[in-house]
């Protein structure tokens, strides 16, 4: 939505000739429109934030597991970037790669501080933040205010000079409370047009996402900290998967499931009850934040062994079987190069 402006409101007094005193107003204030969250702008991820520590050794591997077209950026200055209220000019090693019009963008920082140093003190490589794209200035300045008046901070932002204007960032402070998500909003004046990084040449299955997922310790007070913010609520519900395997053991595991499904590709937020689990484990070693990508594949033992050949062994697995659906997972380790697992999802055809 675009950015309110407050009126000021001159209330009209009438005065009797004589009189000492002052009638009141006989109309009372309009209320002024408070800004509000703007769901179109959240219902597509243009952009994985992932930070580390080597670039060039997280870019090869991934490479090997069949990212194609990585474009590398090199060492990139940034004078205008603000970082928790003081200037900091900044320099990053970037790379750039497509997987079905998500943009992925590898950051390692070089100099300067940053949330990207704040990041890797606090967890190790993993994805920083998801990015969502702000028609206009306007429209950004007024998420700002919203979340400014829920408590959110801005906590980095910065602008660059494109081909056709200024472009814009901000980061909101939303991963204490959010489970370790950090929201971006950016104005592009030079994005491309919606759609037009539809197409991604890389090996199967990285041919689209179809799953963002997060570890967090209490996915209520997650829910309940999203839907303050004006997103609405989270519908939870207690999940104890068939056939579990943990590292090649039977597994025990159990978790709460929280879902958003209002954008084009769904988010899960997982809570570890009982374990051991792959999500206890990220919780012990990093702490709450994004675990895993998901891709959708035809044969799931094909493709399991298909990317354990490329180096990314088992992990867990374990299938589904609801009045709806049925299907079948595998999560496999990719965290050693990235800080973030990858999972393998396929649905049962119907009829069978």
Known sequence: MRNSRCCVLVSTYAFAVGLAWTLPSLSA???????????????????????????????????????KNVGPAGVREFADFTYRGKKTP?????????????????????????????FLRQHGDGVHHLAFAVPSPEQLDAQLQHFKAKGVQTVQYGSWEGAKGKGRFAYLDTAARGGGL??????????????SLAKSENEY????????????RDVKKVAAFYEHLGFGGMPVDHNISVDR?????????????????????P??????????????????T?????????????????????????????SQSGGWDTPSSKGRFAYHDAEPYGGISIELLWNQPEGQ
């Open 29 to 67: 204030p309009a209320e002024v429109a408070k800004p509000a969250v703007d769901l179109s702008i959240y219902g597509h991820v243009v952009q994985v934030g992932w930070v580390v520590k080597d670039l060039d050794r997280v870019v090869d591997y991934w490479e090997k597991l069949g990212l």
């Open 90 to 118: 900044l320099s990053l090693k970037m790379a750039f790669a497509n997987i079905g019009g998500v943009e992925i963008e590898w950051i390692q920082p070089v100099k300067g501080t940053s949330v990207y140093d704040e």
């Open 182 to 195: 950090t929201i971006e909003l950016v104005y592009n004046p030079d994005a491309p047009p919606a759609g």
């Open 205 to 216: 299955p990285f041919n689209k996402i179809v799953q963002y997922a997060l570890v967090v």
């Open 245 to 265: 395997n943990y590292h090649g053991q039977p597994g025990k595991f159990e978790m709460y499931l929280g879902w958003w499904r209002w954008g084009d590709v």
């Open 267 to 284: 988010f899960e937020w997982i809570q570890p009850l009982v374990g051991p689990s792959v999500y206890h484990d990220h919780l012990k």
């Open 286 to 314: 990093r702490g709450e934040g994004f675990h895993h990508l998901a891709f959708d594949v035809t044969d799931m033992d094909q493709a399991i062994e298909l990317l354990k050949s490329k180096g990314a062994p088992l």
